[in-house]
């Protein structure tokens, strides 16, 4: 049962007619589903246990790549009245020295596509408020993420939903995703406060139930996530950004990462990766011990205050790759489907971007012919690859790198940094990669052994003449280490 009392708008949903779809899940991907289908002419019903806003450490920084599939969708305004901070590219620190990554140009990259019924009366462009300004965002040369208060974002996804006419909103706990004789899903059982468990049907029901999905198991039981790592969490305040408008990443060969970025004027969010989903018994001391030490002396003040304060707060770190939609009158989509690490921050970007391509293959159909919906979710599958296979690999590769704990990886970790250090191209493709405007899996695969190739090409520039034969073997072993790192996910995300 959920927490807290709903108003009557949001319980009274009519369970007697058939719906064109359930939407489960009103987090970041639901709302776009509903409002793009909404606005296709569909009659929608979405379901949330808990409408008022969540307070969570998730979806905080969105990548320029996710800010242009809201566009698409016609809800970049989502962003706009909630302090939200201009996110212009990356500063990346390994053992003291530091470099600079900005955003790509708008230039290099495909203009906006702008969905036919979705994007009208200017909903594709952001509007001015006290800390989105229209010309940095629509006329500035290069592209621009994102940072904000998750819960402030949701709440402006919630507010479009609720002015749609086509879109009923009810709270309550889906409880079971309903299937006829045939085993096909025909809609979803629903517990409702003041109204018990009812059933709701519809011609499909999308699972948007985010990264605890209880019903992802539904496509396969061997749909369930790895956890291999987590982040604890922080919040600081009136934080002295090294970079103002930049996400930080703290590295070190002795060190797991560190990301710190601006959420609102007052509020910076400090992420620490921990190399385990158990988290360490005492979180303050590991943090004095282990974290304290490397963050850079402008934000020292606020970190330290933050850890006398103590509020700390932990969330695991998963990955799994997509699969096939394959059950007739049912799609599963966002965290439920398919997740990378949070260290990229490319999760909204990836489900934002699924969002956008399932309109343009499933939009425009008559979702009563259930098999030509299937037919289109079956190729849907393959058409999504090239764009979040490069998000998802990426982020578990620049994991393994950046919690290096082995020599081959620390050799990788510094040659990576070093290979930014050069500029031009060698930083211009991976920030492309990483803010999702660049959908080339081929392309990162040659760029990360690019990378490989020049810590191997370090590694013997330090090791010296003398050191050749010594320096040849760690090589060999170094590529064999990027190619256990990066080729096996390529793979399960390419072909699975
Ligand atoms: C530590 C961490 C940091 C992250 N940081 C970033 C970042 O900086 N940038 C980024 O792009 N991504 C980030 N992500 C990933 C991002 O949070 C997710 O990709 C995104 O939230 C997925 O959206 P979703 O709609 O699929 O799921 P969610 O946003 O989780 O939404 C799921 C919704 O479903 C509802 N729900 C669940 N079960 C039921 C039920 N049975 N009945 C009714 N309602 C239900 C929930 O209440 C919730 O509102 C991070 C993830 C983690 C773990």
């Avoid at 299937?179 to 003041?194: L, P, Q, T, W």
């Avoid at 090589?475 to 790192?485: M, P």
């Amino acid at each position: 049962m959920s927490s807290t009392q709903a108003p009557e708008e949001l319980t009274n949903a009519d369970a007697s007619i058939t719906y064109d779809a359930i939407v489960v899940g009103c987090g970041v991907i639901g709302p776009c589903v509903a409002t793009g289908l909404a606005r296709k002419g569909k009659k929608v019903l979405i379901i949330e246990r808990e409408w008022t806003m969540p307070d969570r450490i998730v979806g905080e920084l969105m990548q320029p790549g996710g800010v242009r599939a809201l566009r698409s969708l016609g809800m970049v305004q989502s962003i706009n009245d909630i302090e939200a901070i201009p996110v212009t590219g990356y500063t990346v620190f390994y053992n003291g020295e530091k470099v600079s990554i900005p955003y790509p140009h708008k230039g290099d990259i495909a203009p906006v596509e702008k969905l036919s019924g979705l994007v009208r009366d200017g909903n594709d462009k952001v509007t001015e408020d006290t800390t989105v300004h229209v010309k940095d965002f629509e006329d500035d040369e290069r592209e621009r993420g994102v940072g904000f208060v998750h819960g402030r974002f949701l709440q402006n996804l919630r507010d479009i939903v609720a002015q749609e006419p086509n879109i009923t909103r009810l709270q309550g706990n889906v409880v079971e995703i309903l299937k006829n004789k045939e085993n096909e899903v025909i809609g979803a059982k629903v517990d409702i406060d003041g109204r018990g468990k009812e059933d709701f049907h519809a011609h499909i029901t999308f699972v948007c139930d985010g990264i605890f999905s209880r019903f992802r198991k539904e496509l396969s039981p061997e749909h369930v996530p790895k956890v291999g790592s987590s982040f604890v969490g922080m919040s600081l305040f009136d934080a002295k950004m090294p970079t103002p408008h930049h996400g930080h990443v703290i590295l070190g060969s002795n060190h797991m990462p560190v990301l710190v970025y601006q959420i609102s004027p007052k509020e910076t969010r400090i992420l620490c990766a921990y190399n385990s989903p158990k988290l360490p018994s005492d979180i303050k001391e590991w943090m004095k011990s282990e974290v304290q030490p490397i963050i850079p002396k402008s934000l020292r003040p606020s970190f330290d205050e933050a850890l006398n304060q103590g509020k700390f707060r932990s969330m695991p770190n998963s990955f799994l790759s997509g699969r096939q939609n394959d059950v007739m009158g049912m799609c599963v989509i966002g965290d439920a489907l398919n997740m990378r690490h949070p260290l990229t921050g490319g999760g909204m970007t990836v489900g934002l971007n699924d969002v956008v391509l399932l309109m343009k293959k499933i939009g425009d159909l008559d979702f009563s012919d259930r098999e030509t919906v299937l037919d289109e979710l079956l190729d849907y599958h393959y058409e999504r690859k090239n764009y979040d296979s490069v998000i998802n690999v990426l982020s578990i590769a620049l994991y393994s790198l950046f919690a290096a704990d082995s020599k081959d990886l620390k050799i990788l970790q510094k040659g990576c940094f070093k290979y930014f250090q050069r500029g031009g191209d060698c930083v211009k493709l991976p920030v492309a990669f990483l803010s999702g405007v660049l959908p080339r899996p081929f392309l990162l695969t040659k760029v990360f052994f690019a990378v490989a190739l020049y810590a191997v090409y370090i590694n013997f520039e330090e090791r010296g003449a003398l050191g050749f034969p010594v320096a040849l073997i760690e090589g060999i072993s170094i590529l064999f280490t990027a190619a256990r790192v990066f080729a096996p996910y390529l793979y399960g995300e390419l072909i699975g």
